[in-house]
């Protein structure tokens, strides 16, 4: 989120911008812009005809589970069979008994928007992770020949779109599972942030009015074309020396990289 003042009146807004970058390529950015109602119901339509399929699934899945033979039941009963043999094994300072797991351990998490319709797990998942991210890696992976891996914080909306989406392994996307809170001297898209922040500041926008709006929203992009790569690639770099402080510290990373 980028921060945008109008000094003398002491008023502004918050934009929401996303970016990706890699070891030689920066990725296309993208600005949140609060949906049309025409938009916000063609979203809902979307989701809830995604829920509506995964509740079939599941109560597909979990019919075949109760039949011997299918892939489902067979998959219960090796699960099951490994639980009665840690219980039967069991040393007294293992954790406690585990229960059997019945034939509605098949399920699928299905999720609502926020309340707000702001920039939320939905959109995070349309506009940056299927429209932009996940095209992006595939182009570096083709291109390079390198595996990549996606690193992003734990915000909501990212976790949240992490469980929703099933694009990233047709795109060939590894995603590192989890990411330690608080460090932004790990995640090297932080101080591409900074370098934006700055960028922006000889600007001096005033007010918060749609024009003005628009207006930040084109020089975001133009400063995010004109960030260097070198600078970009510096970044990446450092991510292996700033790794090793934060083994040194002992998992601190509170150390100026």
Request: charged share 25%.
């Amino acid at each position: 989120m980028l921060p945008i003042h109008d000094k003398k009146k002491g008023n502004g807004f918050t934009i929401i911008v996303s970016g990706s970058i890699s070891l030689g390529f920066k990725g296309p950015i993208w600005i949140w812009v609060k949906e049309t109602a025409e938009e916000c119901q063609e979203n809902a339509e979307q989701l809830q005809q995604e829920n509506g399929e995964k509740l079939q699934r599941v109560a597909e899945r979990r019919q075949r589970a109760t039949i011997p033979g299918t892939a489902e039941f067979e998959y219960l009963q090796a699960l099951n069979r490994n639980i009665d043999n840690y219980n039967a094994h069991r040393g007294p300072n293992e954790p406690r008994r585990l229960h059997r797991r019945p034939y509605w351990e098949f399920g699928e998490e299905t999720c609502n928007r926020s309340t707000g319709w702001g920039m939320d797990w939905f959109l995070y998942r349309e506009h940056v992770l299927q429209e932009r991210l996940y095209p992006f890696i595939e182009r570096i992976q083709h291109e390079t020949g390198r595996q990549c891996w996606l690193v992003q914080d734990n915000a909501g909306n990212h976790t949240a779109a992490a469980r929703m989406d099933t694009e990233a392994q047709v795109h060939g996307v590894q995603c590192i599972p989890f990411w330690p809170p608080n460090s932004p001297d790990l995640n090297k898209i932080e101080p591409c942030w900074n370098y934006l922040k700055d960028s922006m500041a000889q600007y001096n926008f005033m007010g918060s009015s749609e024009e003005t709006k628009e207006r930040v929203r084109e020089a975001l992009r133009i400063e995010w074309e004109r960030m260097p790569q070198e600078l970009i690639d510096r970044f990446c770099m450092n991510f292996h020396s700033n790794l090793m402080q934060v083994q040194a510290c002992g998992g601190d990373n509170r150390f100026n990289a």
